[in-house]
């Protein structure tokens, strides 16, 4: 069995691949300040919660942008699982060709994104992750990323609202029932949510443009299903989208398997 790691700035996400299928799924709090022990201690407590052990999982791959977690979940692998991750990275096959001024410079999570997205729907496809950060991958029809855009995502901007003012507060984060809100409650929700909507649309039309305005549109990211029910611009939504791109890059780098 295949484990798959997203090590992302606020989730760690885990899945168990049988296969093709999705045999479980896990997720941590990303802490830089917990040990490798505590999170080898949390993965052997999850495990059993998904039917499994340690001696179930086979192989394992990872993708990060958290460098400290890099080096801890790689031991933590090594301790429990006795073997050493596959890290998406500088040359590992992922089946996507970076045309990006610096491509070391490129977030693993994106290449993962592209990767997936292009293997599902083929190109031209607009990925569009709204997790921490909200951010827009582009991938040609010949799978080449080209490039895209870094937004603050939800979560961030809300910080950063609260941190910048005295006399708001922190809400649930959810769309109000109208974008005029009552209190004050409810205009934080309409200024946060909405505002994101109309960026992320703003965006994918220019995006598409700029691509000849054919590319399909894949949303994926921890505010995703809160995104995607107050617009139409998705094609598909998938909030596994990168842990699928983990499982499908794991299968060009076995060994025997050819670069696509």
């Known amino acids: 069995m295949l484990l798959a790691i997203d090590i ?17 799924t896990w997720r941590l709090a990303t802490d830089t300040q917990r040990m490798p022990d505590e999170y080898e201690l949390s993965l052997v407590n999850l495990l059993p919660l998904g039917g499994l052990s340690h001696k179930d999982i086979d192989a394992v791959v990872m993708c990060s942008v958290v460098p400290p977690l890099t080096a801890a979940f790689t031991q933590v692998c090594q301790e429990v699982f006795q073997t050493r991750p596959l890290i998406v990275g500088p040359g590992v096959r992922t089946g996507i060709k970076i045309l990006y001024d610096d491509p070391h410079a490129v977030g693993a999570d994106r290449i993962t994104d592209a990767a997936a997205a292009f293997h599902l729907h083929g190109g031209p496809v607009i990925v ?12 040609t029809a010949n799978a080449e990323f080209i490039g ?3 937004a603050p995502g ?12 005295s006399q708001l507060r922190r809400v649930e984060m959810v ?16 200024g946060l949510v909405y505002s994101h909507v109309d960026m992320i649309e703003g965006m994918v039309r220019r995006i598409q443009r700029e691509m000849g305005g054919r590319a399909k ?6 505010f995703i299903e809160l ?9 598909e939504v998938d909030s596994e989208l990168t842990l699928r791109g983990l499982r ?9 398997e050819g670069a696509k």
């Not at 939800?154 to 003012?165: C, K, M, N, P, Y």
């Not at 769309?175 to 009552?182: L, M, N, Q």
């Open 128 to 139: 569009v992750d709204c997790g921490t950060a909200t951010v827009f991958n582009s991938i």
């Open 248 to 256: 499908w890059i794991y299968e060009l780098n076995k060994p025997g």
């Open 154 to 165: 939800l979560r961030s901007s809300a910080d950063a609202l609260l941190g910048a003012t």
């Open 8 to 24: 992302g700035n606020t989730n760690v996400k885990l899945v168990a691949f049988n296969g093709i299928a999705n045999h479980a």
């Open 227 to 235: 995104v995607a029910r107050e617009t139409t611009v998705f094609d």
């Open 217 to 222: 549109v894949v949303g994926t990211g921890g």
């Open 148 to 150: 895209g855009a870094i």
């Open 175 to 190: 769309a109000p029932t109208s974008p005029i809100g009552k209190n004050n409650i409810q205009a934080i929700q309409s």
